[in-house]
């Protein structure tokens, strides 16, 4: 700034100093605010812009304090209440977890490789071996043809 002005006098440097800050503070109320005060030089603005930028951040919190009042007796209800909800809770979430470790099968299923009820294919414990014949591994729901 010193050397793109300088045969401007000081005050005018100092002004236009100021001038450049306010223009490049980001928050439009902030530099509103910092504009009508009318700073004469860079220092001045600097420290009117910080405190109406700590003032307004005060009081933005200020509006959300709420104050708290404590009844006697009612707490220790509340508390029962939370302690026997969370139990419930906690059962249910147990027979829930259980419930899907155990799977539920349908005991109407019949499996297409042996053709016994209550397990599909995935599950059968019988093992076909190939016929000395041909030498061929039956398809599946062949063991009848190959049963006789």
């Not at 300088?6 to 503070?25: G, H, I, K, M, T």
């Not at 209440?81 to 539920?104: I, M, R, Y």
């Amino acid at each position: 700034m010193s050397l793109a002005y300088a045969e401007c006098p000081q005050d005018v440097r100092d002004s236009l100093e100021a001038q450049y800050f306010v223009d490049a503070v980001r928050d439009e109320d902030t530099q509103h605010a910092t504009r009508l005060m009318d700073a004469k030089d860079l220092k001045s603005a600097l420290a009117y812009s910080m405190k109406y930028e700590s003032a307004k951040t005060v009081s933005k919190t200020s509006r959300n304090v709420r104050s708290i009042e404590i009844e006697d007796g009612t707490g220790k209800e509340k508390d029962e209440k939370f302690d026997c909800l969370l139990k419930t809770l906690e059962k249910l979430l147990n027979s829930h977890v259980a419930g899907k470790k155990t799977p539920q099968r349908n005991p109407n299923v019949t499996c297409w490789k042996c053709n016994k009820k209550e397990h599909v294919q995935r599950d059968c414990q019988t093992r076909f071996r190939p016929t000395r014949k041909t030498n061929v591994w039956p398809s599946y729901g062949a063991k009848a043809a190959f049963s006789q």
